[in-house]
Protein backbone atom coordinates (compact mmCIF):
# COMPACT_ATOMS: atom_id res chain seq x y z
CA UNK A 1 0.00 0.00 0.00
CA UNK A 2 1.01 3.25 -0.87
CA UNK A 3 1.21 5.86 2.03
CA UNK A 4 2.09 8.75 0.52
CA UNK A 5 0.05 11.81 -1.13
CA UNK A 6 0.55 12.87 -4.68
CA UNK A 7 1.26 16.48 -5.36
CA UNK A 8 -1.71 18.15 -6.06
CA UNK A 9 -0.91 20.34 -9.30
CA UNK A 10 -2.85 23.51 -10.38
CA UNK A 11 -5.06 21.47 -13.13
CA UNK A 12 -5.82 18.92 -10.16
CA UNK A 13 -6.63 21.86 -7.74
CA UNK A 14 -9.33 23.22 -10.68
CA UNK A 15 -11.32 20.44 -10.60
CA UNK A 16 -12.41 20.61 -7.38
CA UNK A 17 -14.38 23.80 -8.50
CA UNK A 18 -16.45 22.21 -11.17
CA UNK A 19 -19.02 21.32 -8.43
CA UNK A 20 -18.58 24.47 -7.03
CA UNK A 21 -19.83 26.52 -10.19
CA UNK A 22 -22.44 23.55 -10.03
CA UNK A 23 -24.01 25.02 -6.52
CA UNK A 24 -23.57 28.42 -7.30
CA UNK A 25 -25.31 28.14 -11.03
CA UNK A 26 -28.13 26.58 -8.20
CA UNK A 27 -28.00 30.04 -6.29
CA UNK A 28 -28.26 32.38 -9.12
CA UNK A 29 -31.45 30.34 -10.80
CA UNK A 30 -33.31 30.70 -7.67
CA UNK A 31 -32.40 34.22 -6.80
CA UNK A 32 -30.38 33.33 -4.01
CA UNK A 33 -27.06 35.36 -3.15
CA UNK A 34 -24.80 34.49 -5.06
CA UNK A 35 -22.57 37.44 -5.00
CA UNK A 36 -22.22 36.63 -1.39
CA UNK A 37 -21.18 33.11 -2.07
CA UNK A 38 -18.73 34.30 -4.92
CA UNK A 39 -17.07 36.93 -2.39
CA UNK A 40 -16.59 34.43 -0.13
CA UNK A 41 -15.20 31.43 -2.23
CA UNK A 42 -12.96 33.69 -3.68
CA UNK A 43 -12.05 35.30 -0.13
CA UNK A 44 -11.07 31.41 1.01
CA UNK A 45 -8.78 31.09 -2.26
CA UNK A 46 -7.04 34.23 -1.27
CA UNK A 47 -6.98 33.42 2.03
CA UNK A 48 -5.58 29.67 2.16
CA UNK A 49 -2.89 30.31 -0.66
CA UNK A 50 -1.61 33.41 1.65
CA UNK A 51 -2.15 31.09 5.06
CA UNK A 52 -0.05 28.78 2.92
CA UNK A 53 3.11 30.77 1.94
CA UNK A 54 2.73 32.56 5.45
CA UNK A 55 2.62 29.28 7.70
CA UNK A 56 5.71 28.17 6.01
CA UNK A 57 7.45 30.93 7.98
CA UNK A 58 5.54 31.11 10.91
CA UNK A 59 6.25 27.23 11.05
CA UNK A 60 9.99 27.44 11.22
CA UNK A 61 9.91 30.72 13.67
CA UNK A 62 11.11 30.37 17.05
CA UNK A 63 9.66 33.60 18.04
CA UNK A 64 7.52 32.90 21.31
CA UNK A 65 6.21 37.13 20.63
CA UNK A 66 5.57 36.25 17.04
CA UNK A 67 3.19 33.16 17.54
CA UNK A 68 1.71 35.13 20.94
CA UNK A 69 0.76 38.05 18.38
CA UNK A 70 -0.62 35.55 16.04
CA UNK A 71 -2.66 34.13 18.51
CA UNK A 72 -4.26 37.57 19.73
CA UNK A 73 -4.90 38.35 16.29
CA UNK A 74 -6.67 34.92 15.65
CA UNK A 75 -9.14 35.89 18.96
CA UNK A 76 -9.50 39.57 17.62
CA UNK A 77 -10.47 38.39 13.82
CA UNK A 78 -12.81 35.93 14.93
CA UNK A 79 -14.41 37.68 17.43
CA UNK A 80 -14.87 40.90 14.56
CA UNK A 81 -16.42 37.84 12.08
CA UNK A 82 -18.51 36.05 15.16
CA UNK A 83 -20.72 39.84 15.49
CA UNK A 84 -21.22 39.94 11.77
CA UNK A 85 -24.84 39.71 12.21
CA UNK A 86 -24.77 42.27 14.79
CA UNK A 87 -23.20 44.82 12.19
CA UNK A 88 -25.02 48.24 14.75
CA UNK A 89 -24.14 46.57 17.68
CA UNK A 90 -20.35 45.02 16.37
CA UNK A 91 -18.06 47.56 17.99
CA UNK A 92 -20.02 47.69 21.80
CA UNK A 93 -20.23 43.62 22.06
CA UNK A 94 -16.77 43.38 20.87
CA UNK A 95 -14.99 43.93 24.02
CA UNK A 96 -17.08 41.04 25.51
CA UNK A 97 -16.76 38.54 22.26
CA UNK A 98 -12.77 39.07 22.81
CA UNK A 99 -12.75 38.33 26.02
CA UNK A 100 -15.33 35.14 25.72
CA UNK A 101 -13.44 33.69 22.76
CA UNK A 102 -9.76 34.29 24.79
CA UNK A 103 -10.36 32.96 27.98
CA UNK A 104 -13.32 30.15 26.94
CA UNK A 105 -10.77 29.27 23.87
CA UNK A 106 -7.58 30.23 25.37
CA UNK A 107 -8.67 27.93 28.55
CA UNK A 108 -9.56 25.00 26.68
CA UNK A 109 -6.15 25.54 24.47
CA UNK A 110 -3.84 25.30 27.35
CA UNK A 111 -5.37 22.28 28.67
CA UNK A 112 -5.12 20.60 25.28
CA UNK A 113 -1.22 22.00 24.56
CA UNK A 114 -0.08 21.69 27.90
CA UNK A 115 -1.73 18.85 29.03
CA UNK A 116 -3.44 16.51 26.58
CA UNK A 117 -0.01 17.09 24.48
CA UNK A 118 2.30 18.17 26.56
CA UNK A 119 3.82 20.59 23.61
CA UNK A 120 7.46 21.54 24.66
CA UNK A 121 7.92 24.61 24.05
CA UNK A 122 4.46 25.82 24.76
CA UNK A 123 4.78 27.72 22.00
CA UNK A 124 5.59 25.32 19.64
CA UNK A 125 3.95 26.95 15.98
CA UNK A 126 3.43 23.77 13.97
CA UNK A 127 1.14 22.57 16.38
CA UNK A 128 -0.45 25.21 18.69
CA UNK A 129 -1.62 27.37 15.83
CA UNK A 130 -3.65 24.75 13.82
CA UNK A 131 -4.97 24.05 17.44
CA UNK A 132 -5.88 27.53 18.47
CA UNK A 133 -7.70 27.54 14.61
CA UNK A 134 -9.69 24.99 15.41
CA UNK A 135 -10.66 26.06 18.73
CA UNK A 136 -11.19 29.81 17.84
CA UNK A 137 -13.45 29.08 14.79
CA UNK A 138 -15.39 26.62 17.13
CA UNK A 139 -15.71 29.33 19.54
CA UNK A 140 -16.24 32.19 17.05
CA UNK A 141 -18.96 30.06 15.28
CA UNK A 142 -20.91 28.96 19.03
CA UNK A 143 -21.05 33.16 19.74
CA UNK A 144 -22.26 34.25 16.32
CA UNK A 145 -25.15 32.36 17.12
CA UNK A 146 -25.86 32.72 20.60
CA UNK A 147 -25.12 37.00 19.85
CA UNK A 148 -27.87 36.23 17.04
CA UNK A 149 -30.76 34.37 18.75
CA UNK A 150 -30.22 36.53 22.23
CA UNK A 151 -30.82 39.95 20.43
CA UNK A 152 -33.60 38.60 18.85
CA UNK A 153 -34.87 36.91 21.82
CA UNK A 154 -34.82 40.14 23.67
CA UNK A 155 -36.46 41.94 20.97
CA UNK A 156 -39.43 39.43 21.59
CA UNK A 157 -39.72 40.26 25.12
CA UNK A 158 -38.32 37.22 26.39
CA UNK A 159 -37.27 37.78 29.87
CA UNK A 160 -33.67 37.66 29.65
CA UNK A 161 -32.97 34.53 32.06
CA UNK A 162 -35.17 32.57 29.19
CA UNK A 163 -33.55 34.77 26.67
CA UNK A 164 -29.80 33.24 27.77
CA UNK A 165 -31.10 29.93 28.01
CA UNK A 166 -32.14 29.94 24.44
CA UNK A 167 -29.14 31.50 23.09
CA UNK A 168 -26.93 29.12 24.50
CA UNK A 169 -29.36 26.16 22.92
CA UNK A 170 -28.98 27.43 20.00
CA UNK A 171 -25.23 28.04 20.40
CA UNK A 172 -24.63 24.61 20.91
CA UNK A 173 -26.99 22.63 18.41
CA UNK A 174 -24.23 22.33 15.71
CA UNK A 175 -21.43 21.30 18.03
CA UNK A 176 -24.09 18.48 19.58
CA UNK A 177 -24.94 17.41 16.33
CA UNK A 178 -21.36 16.88 15.28
CA UNK A 179 -20.73 14.93 18.01
CA UNK A 180 -23.82 12.48 16.83
CA UNK A 181 -22.79 12.27 13.83
CA UNK A 182 -18.52 12.07 14.15
CA UNK A 183 -17.44 8.13 12.84
CA UNK A 184 -20.90 7.46 11.47
CA UNK A 185 -22.23 10.16 9.42
CA UNK A 186 -19.03 11.55 8.86
CA UNK A 187 -14.58 11.16 9.22
CA UNK A 188 -13.71 14.09 10.47
CA UNK A 189 -10.87 16.55 8.96
CA UNK A 190 -8.09 15.77 11.52
CA UNK A 191 -8.85 12.01 11.34
CA UNK A 192 -9.30 11.97 7.66
CA UNK A 193 -6.03 14.50 7.03
CA UNK A 194 -4.37 11.81 9.18
CA UNK A 195 -5.12 8.25 7.77
CA UNK A 196 -4.41 9.91 4.29
CA UNK A 197 -1.02 10.55 5.38
CA UNK A 198 -0.42 7.17 6.29
CA UNK A 199 -1.40 7.17 10.21
CA UNK A 200 -2.77 4.69 11.77
CA UNK A 201 -6.88 4.93 12.02
CA UNK A 202 -5.98 3.69 16.12
CA UNK A 203 -3.72 6.68 16.26
CA UNK A 204 -5.96 8.96 14.29
CA UNK A 205 -9.25 8.30 16.01
CA UNK A 206 -7.51 9.26 19.24
CA UNK A 207 -6.55 12.72 17.95
CA UNK A 208 -9.76 13.50 16.88
CA UNK A 209 -11.17 12.47 20.31
CA UNK A 210 -8.84 15.15 21.81
CA UNK A 211 -10.05 17.58 18.82
CA UNK A 212 -13.61 16.47 19.56
CA UNK A 213 -13.29 17.50 23.29
CA UNK A 214 -11.44 20.61 22.51
CA UNK A 215 -14.31 21.89 20.17
CA UNK A 216 -17.35 20.74 22.62
CA UNK A 217 -15.47 22.41 25.06
CA UNK A 218 -14.24 26.10 23.44
CA UNK A 219 -18.30 26.45 21.97
CA UNK A 220 -20.20 26.45 25.25
CA UNK A 221 -17.39 28.14 27.95
CA UNK A 222 -16.98 31.07 25.31
CA UNK A 223 -20.78 31.18 24.82
CA UNK A 224 -21.42 31.10 28.56
CA UNK A 225 -18.81 33.77 28.93
CA UNK A 226 -19.90 36.05 26.23
CA UNK A 227 -23.78 35.60 28.03
CA UNK A 228 -22.35 36.39 31.07
CA UNK A 229 -20.49 39.60 30.29
CA UNK A 230 -23.04 40.99 28.01
CA UNK A 231 -26.05 40.79 29.55
CA UNK A 232 -26.22 44.30 30.92
CA UNK A 233 -25.18 45.64 27.26
CA UNK A 234 -28.05 43.76 25.63
CA UNK A 235 -30.29 44.69 28.46
CA UNK A 236 -29.37 48.34 27.58
CA UNK A 237 -29.03 48.03 23.75
CA UNK A 238 -32.62 46.28 23.81
CA UNK A 239 -34.19 49.35 26.11
CA UNK A 240 -32.49 52.27 23.84
CA UNK A 241 -34.36 50.19 20.04
CA UNK A 242 -37.51 50.42 22.38
CA UNK A 243 -37.35 53.79 22.94
CA UNK A 244 -34.55 55.95 21.56
CA UNK A 245 -35.35 58.58 23.90
CA UNK A 246 -33.46 56.31 26.70
Known sequence: MNNTLQMISLVDLSIAFIPVIIALFFLYIWSLNVKQASYALSRMLIQLLLIGYALSYIFYSDNVWLITAILFAMVGISCWIALRTLPTYRLRLFKHGFMAILCGGGFTL??????ALALSPWYQAQVLIPLAGMIFATAMNSISLCAERLFSEM???VPYPEARKNALNAATIPVINTLFAVGLVSIPGMMTGQILSGVSPLIAARYQI???????ASAIISAVIFLLLSEKTMKLMTKQKADPKF
Open 110 to 115: FFISQG
Open 155 to 157: NNQ
Open 210 to 216: IVMCMIF
